[in-house]
């Protein structure tokens, strides 16, 4: 091919002679480490630049990496989803942002420069959560590219992209068609790691939950009565203070990211530090606590979402075997990688499509039920609620995340499953924030029914 074939613009106005040079070598010939399957073409170019639809989920450090890497890369079709404000804190590493953006729209501000910066980018934003859309909104996108720092959030962007999936109900063969594959970053200090997930073909999310490190817990009897650090304050203040004092309304649930809420249980955590003479208790501390916020490094982002991008290109295009499918990256002492293959869980509760079961005497409390879908590495809920149907009427069993609702059916934790009308064989439906679709649990007991 010669030097003006590639260097022929694909869009004017946009483009420019050698602005896509570097993509049209790799797309428009073949190499060493070119798969069988892949077939170069000069129609590969042109349709990446103008038809495949990327969601960025998250604008934070790793999300601003990944919206300009993209951008450059040529994908111009790009959404981006982020329901964070810009603090300054964040602007030592989140490079699209400056002092002047405190307090407005991560999303916004990031799509703003993006489109002005890269001519023919066409930057989507949403200043919402993920939870606000329907599965219609992400069935449009050729691919999903995540940058969270939350495990909840990416268990319940990894149960709906599963929940968009088409099944022959018949052979139970994968409309494979159907698939959005989804490519998650993550990092925490000097470590990351990348990975490529094919919904209902490779190891999901929820998968591999033991690969993500364990949440620090405090003791309530710590926290109530024998306080020692600043985390024991905040803990205080969330967990004792706020359901009892109810400072924003009875129903209000505490949002990490409302600025009313942080400066309330702030205020609350100084006055308990000050009463027991703590140093420490800051804005930043206490947001950090109740968001569960992890250290990030500039470097790390910027290694982790060139990997992720990379691995976008080649999804997408095929000009190269993806990642297969998980990489480790650790720079603490010098520079090491390491990619092996998950593999798919067979129980998992995300992606086997397997009935789900919990076992239980009848004469366990609902309590020890509740404790396991919190507790158990396999589900790791954050505060499931439960219903089930009893005599042709469902009946709400525990419910934590409406006050309301809990307080009235706090009573039922005490009860027996046998006391609760929940024999062997009953259907139990838990829905958590960790999935957007409830979960139907059969009870079974392990002596049979009492």
Same mark, same amino acid.
Request: aromatic letters at 8%.
């Given at each position: 091919m010669c030097s003006s074939d590639l260097d022929t613009p694909v869009v004017q106005g946009t483009d420019w002679p050698g602005r896509w040079t570097h993509l049209a070598r790799i797309l428009e010939r073949r190499g060493p480490l070119t798969p069988s399957e892949f077939t170069p073409s000069p129609d590969l170019l042109p349709f990446l630049l103008e038809n495949i639809k990327v969601l960025v989920i998250g604008a934070g450090g790793l999300g601003c990496e990944l919206l300009k890497n993209l951008a450059m890369m040529g994908f111009r079709n790009i959404d981006v989803i982020d329901m964070d404000t810009i603090d300054l804190s964040n602007l030592n590493r989140q490079f699209l942002f400056?002092?002047? =953006?405190?307090?407005?729209?991560?999303?916004?501000?990031?799509? +703003? #420069?993006?489109?002005?910066?890269?001519?023919?980018?066409?930057?989507?934003? &949403?200043? #919402?959560?993920?939870?606000?859309? +329907?599965?219609?909104?992400?069935?449009?996108?050729?691919?999903?590219?995540?940058?969270? =720092?939350?495990?909840?959030?990416?268990r319940w962007?990894?149960?709906?992209?599963?929940?968009?999936?088409?099944?022959?109900? +018949?052979?139970g063969e994968l409309d494979k068609t159907t698939i959005v594959p989804l490519i998650d970053g993550g990092t925490e200090g000097f470590k990351g790691n990348a990975r490529v997930i094919y919904p209902g073909v490779t190891a999901c999310i929820? #998968?591999?939950? =033991?690969?993500?490190?364990?949440?620090?817990?405090?003791? !309530?009897?710590?926290?109530a009565h024998t306080p020692r650090l600043p985390e024991h304050c905040v803990e205080y203040s969330r967990l004792l203070l706020w359901p009892k004092e109810k400072p924003f309304g009875e129903d209000t649930s505490i949002d990490g990211d409302d600025p009313a809420h942080i400066s309330w249980m702030y205020e609350r955590a100084r006055e308990r530090a000050e009463e027991y003479g703590i140093q420490g208790v800051t804005y930043r501390l206490t947001q950090g606590v109740v968001k569960h916020i992890i250290p990030a490094v500039a470097s790390t982002n910027a290694v982790i979402a060139a990997a992720c991008t990379t691995e976008v290109f080649k999804v997408v295009t095929s000009c190269a075997a993806p990642l297969a499918n998980y990489m480790v990256f650790n720079d603490t002492d010098g520079v090491y990688t390491y990619v092996y293959e998950q593999e798919r869980s067979e129980t998992c509760l995300a992606c086997s499509r397997r009935p789900q079961? !919990?076992?239980?005497?009848?004469?366990?409390?609902?309590?020890?039920?509740?404790? &396991?879908?919190? =507790?158990?590495?396999?589900?790791?809920?954050?505060?499931?609620?439960?219903?089930?149907?009893?005599?042709?009427?469902?009946?709400?069993?525990?419910?934590?995340?409406?006050?309301?609702?809990?307080?009235?059916?706090? #009573?039922?934790?005490?009860?027996?499953?046998?006391?609760?009308?929940?024999?062997?064989?009953?259907?139990?439906?838990?829905?958590?924030?960790?999935?957007?679709?409830?979960?139907?649990?059969?009870?079974?007991?392990?002596?049979?029914?009492?």
């Open positions: 400056r002092q002047s =953006d405190v307090g407005k729209f991560k999303a916004q501000v990031a799509a +703003e #420069c993006i489109n002005t910066w890269i001519p023919g980018c066409k930057v989507v934003p &949403h200043n #919402c959560k993920i939870q606000d859309f +329907e599965g219609d909104f992400y069935s449009k996108f050729h691919l999903v590219v995540c940058g969270l =720092d939350s495990v909840v959030a990416r962007i990894n149960g709906m992209l599963i929940s968009l999936l088409d099944w022959d109900e +018949e052979t929820d #998968c591999t939950l =033991d690969l993500f490190p364990p949440q620090v817990n405090f003791p !309530l009897c710590t926290i079961r !919990l076992d239980f005497p009848a004469s366990a409390r609902l309590q020890e039920v509740l404790d &396991h879908l919190v =507790d158990s590495p396999t589900f790791q809920m954050r505060a499931p609620g439960l219903t089930t149907s009893l005599g042709g009427k469902n009946k709400t069993l525990y419910m934590a995340s409406v006050p309301s609702i809990e307080a009235a059916t706090r #009573c039922n934790l005490k009860k027996s499953l046998e006391e609760l009308g929940l024999v062997d064989g009953s259907e139990v439906v838990v829905a958590d924030s960790t999935s957007p679709n409830s979960i139907v649990f059969t009870l079974r007991h392990p002596q049979g029914p009492h």
